[in-house]
């Protein structure tokens, strides 16, 4: 157990909606990741988010948007759903400090399938 | 940016050794990391190596990194059915330590 919660497990939608994905860093960690995982792309890095505020942009399509809670926890918003968007998206924290912390811990990602 | 490719598929028997490798193209990346991910699971760090460092030996798992190429390497001692796996290969954006990853290479491990 990586200490990274994500909710839900599975998701099925239709295209045209709107879904929201919900992550909960480690304890103490303040960074949060949002990858996306499909056959045909790998592993795309997709925003970052440290503290509250937005760090880095990957490949994050204008339809998604993504923030970070007070209380450090993530969400990542998906709208206007296509069928290209069906894939496993990860969301990982890692603690930052003084020092820059080298370690990602992922959680188990959430499957979203668009039908 | 950063590209990292690996190969998609190793296939070794029970007690082999396995050596998955890794190239990626931006050598500023300052860390390296090699990343485990077990059917319907997430992402588990294995190891990481600083781009400074040549070889980082943790147990079974042996890391090498020529720089000069751009080439990093993970051997697995005595290889096990239970490392069945895709291991992904990942190496920092310039500047950053966000890791990018390559597409993961299936480890099949026969008995």
């Known amino acids: 157990d990586s200490g990274v919660t994500q909710t839900p497990k599975h998701l099925i939608t239709a295209t045209g909606q709107r879904v929201t994905l919900r992550c909960s860093p480690r304890?103490?960690?303040?960074?949060v990741y949002w990858y996306q995982q499909s056959l045909d792309q790998g592993l795309q890095f997709l925003i970052q988010?440290?503290?509250?505020?937005?760090?880095a942009k990957g490949n994050i399509l204008e339809r998604f948007s993504a923030q970070q809670f007070p209380d450090l926890h993530s969400e990542l918003n998906l709208s206007s759903l296509e069928l290209g968007d069906s894939a496993l998206y990860f969301c990982a924290s890692s603690r930052l400090g003084l020092a820059m912390n080298t370690e990602a811990f992922f959680g188990q990602g959430t499957r979203l399938t668009v039908v | 940016g950063e590209d990292v490719e690996q190969s998609l598929f190793l296939s070794v028997r029970e007690g082999d050794s396995s050596v998955i490798n890794c190239t990626y193209t931006?050598?500023?990346?300052?860390?390296l990391y090699w990343y485990k991910q077990e059917p319907g699971a997430g992402l588990q760090l294995l190891t990481y190596?600083?781009?400074?460092?040549d070889m980082k030996q943790d147990q079974r798992l042996t890391v090498l990194l020529n720089k000069k190429d751009k080439h990093l390497s993970l051997r697995i001692a005595d290889t096990q059915t239970g490392d069945s796996a895709i291991y992904f290969c990942a190496a920092s954006l310039g500047g950053s330590y966000i890791p990018t990853f390559g597409r993961g290479t299936s480890l099949i491990v026969h008995p």
């Open positions: 931006d050598s500023s990346s300052t860390y």
């Open positions: 304890s103490g960690d303040l960074s």
């Open positions: 190596i600083f781009s400074n460092m």
């Open positions: 988010y440290y503290n509250g505020e937005e760090r």
